[in-house]
T-cell receptor, first 114, second 113 residues
Framework: DVKVTQSSRYLVKRTGEKVFLECVQD?????MFWYRQDPGLGLRLIYF???????EKGDIPEGYSVSREKKERFSLILESASTNQTSMYLC?????????????FGSGTRLTVV | KQEVTQIPAALSVPEGENLVLNCSFT??????LQWFRQDPGKGLTSLLL?????REQTSGRLNASLDKSSGRSTLYIAASQPGDSATYLC????????????FGKGTRLHILP
């Protein structure tokens, strides 16, 4: 069964900490995405990547960075966590194959910054 | 700019009823449309993917239709069950270079036992 795996379901971090959220996919997908989801705001795209070592800003990149050193792994980094980054974080991947394929999502990481 | 709308935002129906969830989009230039289910505190589970050349897809009690020219899709759930309670999101994959899907905000469905 194909999968997108997020390393943590729940995380609690302190304000100012550097936080790493990891995402791994086993489908050899070119594209990977990080979203955050907040009540009433829906899913918002933070960063995405079309290939190894490539990254593009999404709609709300401020306060975040990403790393994609290997095709299967896409990491989201909170450089200095703040309470307004408390949220559900969702990773997704997709194939570039002529746009015919759907997205596969991970199970999410609920991050609380205290 | 592509926009995806799901109305209503919330819906409650008695168990056993057939129901329809609606999704509309403003630009018909899409590769596909995907319906997802999300349980509280969980990730998104893909239910059905309809390519732009298709009219519908079926999986068990679920049937999704696509009318690209009118910018509409429906998700039909037959014989609803309490376990169907969840938020349902639709998303379109636009035919543009940046290849990012656009989500609606979802319909929160509650099936009353």
């Amino acid at each position: 069964d194909v999968k997108v795996t997020q390393s943590s379901r729940y995380l609690v971090k302190r304000t100012g900490e550097k936080v790493f959220l990891e995402c791994v996919q086993d489908m050899d997908h070119e594209n990977m995405f990080w979203y955050r989801q907040d009540p009433g705001l829906g899913l918002r795209l933070i960063y995405f990547s079309y290939d190894v070592k490539m990254k593009e800003k999404g709609d709300i990149p401020e306060g975040y960075s990403v790393s994609r050193e290997k095709k299967e792994r896409f990491s989201l980094i909170l450089e200095s966590a703040s309470t307004n980054q408390t949220s559900m974080y969702l990773c997704a991947s997709s194939s570039s194959g002529q746009g015919r394929n759907g997205y596969t999502f991970g199970s999410g990481t609920r991050l609380t910054v205290v | 700019k592509q926009e995806v709308t799901q109305i209503p935002a919330a819906l409650s129906v008695p168990e056993g009823e057939n129901l329809v969830l609606n999704c509309s989009f403003t630009d018909s230039a899409i590769y596909n449309l995907q319906w997802f289910r999300q349980d509280p505190g969980k990730g998104l589970t893909s239910l059905l993917l309809i390519q732009s050349s298709q009219r519908e897809q079926t999986s068990g009690r679920l049937n999704a239709s696509l009318d690209k020219s009118s910018g509409r899709s429906t998700l039909y759930i037959a014989a609803s069950q309490p376990g169907d309670s969840a938020t349902y999101l639709c998303a379109v994959r636009p035919q543009n270079r940046d290849d990012k899907i656009i989500f609606g905000k979802g319909t929160r469905l509650h099936i009353l036992p």
